[in-house]
């Protein structure tokens, strides 16, 4: 059975810096493409990053370029994303997910699994 299990978010002041992972299991993680998105009510499910199998590609939204670093360690079956800077516009709940690659988890959104997501607050 395949899960991804995300880090508990949490509230944090604007400017300040987070680190969510997401912990993979149940499946060959090295040949899967991660990423992050996140979602708030009312709008759409948001691309956040996402990274290639090997880690060799990183691709993030513009709205949150400069600010979040994704990272991956094969090894443990771990994915990583590092927010800092963070603004209110950043709360949201995020999801890690899995996909056959990471240019498809970017341009259509496609995963293979989901995780159940984590609830991450900005407060100004």
């Known amino acids: 059975q395949v899960q991804l299990v995300e880090s508990r978010g949490g509230t944090v002041q604007a400017g300040g810096s987070l680190r969510l992972s997401c912990a993979a299991s149940?499946?060959?993680?090295?040949?899967?493409?991660m990423g992050w998105f996140r979602h708030t009510p009312g709008k759409e499910r948001e691309f956040v990053a996402a990274?290639?199998?090997?880690?060799?590609?990183?691709y993030y939204a513009d709205s949150v370029k400069g600010r979040f670093t994704i990272s991956r360690d094969n090894a443990k079956n771990m994915m990583y994303l590092q927010m800092n800077s963070l603004k209110p516009e950043d709360t949201a709940v995020y999801y890690c997910?899995?996909?056959?690659?990471?240019?498809?988890?970017?341009?259509?959104?496609?995963?293979?699994?989901w995780g159940q997501g984590t609830q991450v607050t900005v407060s100004s």
């Open positions: 997910a899995a996909g056959s690659s990471s240019q498809n988890l970017r341009t259509y959104g496609r995963a293979t699994y």
């Open positions: 149940g499946l060959t993680f090295s040949v899967y493409g």
């Open positions: 990274i290639s199998s090997i880690g060799g590609s990183t």
